[in-house]
């Protein structure tokens, strides 16, 4: 349901973000331009592997196969260290891999415990645990070893971000209707980090 406009969501959330990562993060660090390029590359990267448009609502789930079990588990892999990126959302990564809707098909047929349901929720959950882990590890190493490198990284990776999902609603076909939805949401998603950006202040 309203995919533009959840996309357009994301984009609030991740673009009112960069100013206050800026802000917060790279508080007296300079700014390391070959770090940042990697960052943009690492997303523009994983939007070249996009695999295309998926439907809205998933009316056939893919086979149970092994290729598509280790599939949903380095899913789940790239969305747990996503979790400890600033900026940067599980959902989010889901969008620009294009499974966030596959995902959102299983969430929504869980209960009935069919098994190609349950199986890829299960891969990913157990991708998702070692991506958390191995995350929490390297980020932690990283910062400690190379805090201005790895910020800059960061920021490459928030930015970089934020043009993919605006280039994937270029498809769209906009009407002045889903123009003002679009354009809500957006703000929507900004007010939310401005937001709790003051509560954790």
Do not use: C
């Not at 800026?22 to 508080?27: G, H, L, N």
């Not at 295309?52 to 609502?57: E, K, N, R, S, T």
């Not at 969305?79 to 989010?92: C, E, K, R, T, Y």
């Not at 069919?114 to 932690?140: E, H, K, Q, T």
């Amino acid at each position: 349901v309203a995919p533009t406009q959840t996309m357009y969501w994301f984009i609030g959330l991740v673009a009112f973000s960069i100013p206050v990562f800026v802000k917060k993060e790279m508080k007296g660090l300079k700014f390391s331009v070959l770090p940042f390029i990697i960052g943009m590359a690492v997303v523009i990267g994983l939007e070249v592997m996009n695999p295309g448009d998926v439907a809205v609502v998933n009316p056939e789930f893919p086979p149970l196969t092994i290729s598509h079990l280790i599939t949903m588990t380095i899913i789940g892999v790239i969305g747990g260290f996503s979790m400890f990126l600033p900026g940067v959302s599980g959902s989010m990564v889901l969008l620009i891999l294009g499974y966030y809707y596959l995902f959102k098909s299983y969430l929504a047929d869980v209960l009935t415990f069919r098994l190609d349901v349950l199986f890829p929720l299960g891969f990913m959950a157990l991708g998702i645990l070692i991506g958390i882990v191995l995350s929490a590890w390297i980020l932690d190493k990283a910062l400690k070893n190379s805090k201005q490198a790895t910020i800059s990284l960061l920021l490459g990776l928030i930015v970089a971000s934020t043009f993919v999902l605006i280039y994937q609603t270029l498809s769209a076909t906009f009407t002045v209707s889903l123009i003002m939805t679009s354009a809500l949401a957006f703000l929507i998603g900004g007010a939310i980090v401005i937001l709790l950006d003051k509560v954790v202040a």
